[in-house]
């Protein structure tokens, strides 16, 4: 402790920060208010009691009333919580009244998700299946006869600390899970979720995936045509099987073997159509159909190919210097120079070149490019060399020629 004085005042500080404690005591406040909305929800569903119903614990520590244990979990980390103890941020203030359910304590979800197998999670599985049914059921998913489309996709939940079961390293090198997600394209609503080990592959367990999800959004009313997005991760024939015997058509991306390389160098030159693409570049798709195997084992899918080629520095600066390379004459007449555009490879890869030469050393004349001069009548208004080691390009740009109407 320290005391500090001035004329009649004095006032003690202490040193001890552990002495010092935030306390969110007010029995009429809600913390996090945004929650009154999951709490609506929750009742509108029926949420605890479908939990009660189809999660059983039954003669294993902590299993009794599941329902406000899985739902304090789900409130908790709608809030923001990132461990167990992060749950009394529900306990805090009115927060509990909000909710309309009992919150749990800590300790009692831990013992709570302790008690739990493999075979409790798919039984939360069989919870998540009744709630797309309720929700869909309410409006909220696609009408009658309504296309669906569906992105697969998997992702890295990093971790921490080595005794947590099923974390491991995978390709992407840092320690965590890598569960599998498929997502509904347009809103991004989970419709379905796998946890697996960090190790797992991209694609492990996706054709077994693909079976649930599709009998799942079947029993939730999606009765129109559904179509998956995928990389390359999950690109095989045992899921273009899978998908064919459901009868969804899918959009996944292949990796350029020689088999593929082979059936794009088919394609005609004139098979090409261009397409907007960014304003780095151009693009061009086509399409052609890919075989493979003999007799009963022969499949053939459309393959899609989108080749692209990037526009280098020397690209976008020498199309500043055609559009910059514009001056008037005295008798206003307009005369521009222009260069014709570069020669395009047309090849059966994704991606092509063109035929210019690499960048030029510096100091060295353009290719092709007519040197920039005043128009005749036009006084010379910039220097007549760039100084020493400045790029000759640039000194173009900023010293290109400017006349004055007289």
Not at 315 to 344: K, M, N, Y
Request: charge should be positive.
């Amino acid at each position: 402790m320290r005391r500090f004085g001035v004329g009649a005042l004095s006032t003690t500080v202490s040193r001890n920060t552990d002495r010092i404690d935030a306390l969110f005591d007010d029995p009429n406040l809600v913390g996090n208010a945004g929650l009154i909305l999951a709490a609506t929800l929750i009742k509108r569903l029926g949420l605890e009691a479908l939990i009660n119903e189809r999660v059983r614990l039954g003669g294993r520590v902590g299993g009794a009333l599941p329902g406000p244990k899985v739902l304090t979990l789900v409130c908790a980390i709608i809030a923001g919580a990132t461990h167990i103890d992060h749950v009394n941020i529900l306990r805090a203030g009115a927060t509990q009244r909000v909710l309309g359910f009992r919150v749990m304590a800590p300790s009692t979800i831990g013992t709570f998700l302790r008690a739990f197998t493999f075979g409790h999670v798919r039984q939360l599985d069989a919870v998540a299946d009744r709630v797309l049914q309720r929700v869909w059921g309410l409006g909220a998913g696609p009408g009658a006869g309504e296309d669906l489309v569906v992105d697969v996709d998997s992702t890295i939940a990093e971790v921490h600390g080595h005794q947590k079961q099923g974390a491991a390293y995978g390709y992407t090198k840092p320690l965590g899970y890598h569960p599998l997600l498929a997502t509904r394209a347009g809103t991004g609503e989970i419709l379905h979720a796998r946890m697996r080990k960090g190790s797992a592959g991209s694609s492990r367990g996706v054709v077994r995936f693909i079976d649930e999800l599709v009998a799942r959004l079947r029993r939730s009313g999606a009765d129109g045509q559904i179509t998956l997005h995928a990389d390359s991760g999950f690109w095989s024939w045992k899921l273009i099987d899978a998908l064919n015997r459901h009868g969804v058509l899918c959009s996944i991306t292949v990796t350029q073997h020689k088999a593929i390389r082979a059936a794009i160098a088919t394609i005609p030159a004139t098979a090409w159509i261009d397409i907007d693409y960014t304003l780095g570049g151009t693009a061009q798709v086509a399409e052609c159909d890919y075989s493979t195997g003999e007799g009963n084992k022969q499949r053939s899918v459309r393959l899609v190919v989108r080749r692209t080629r990037r526009r280098t520095i020397h690209d976008l600066v020498e199309q500043q210097i055609r559009r910059a390379h514009i001056c008037r004459f005295p008798s206003r007449e307009t005369c521009t120079t222009t260069r014709a555009e570069p020669h395009r490879q047309e090849t059966g890869s994704r991606r092509w070149e063109d035929s210019r030469p690499p960048l030029r050393p510096k100091g060295s004349t353009p290719v092709g490019l007519p040197p920039l001069r005043s128009a005749p009548g036009c006084p010379q208004n910039h220097p007549s060399r760039p100084a020493r080691g400045e790029d000759p390009t640039l000194f173009r740009l900023r010293n290109k020629p400017v006349c004055a109407l007289t």
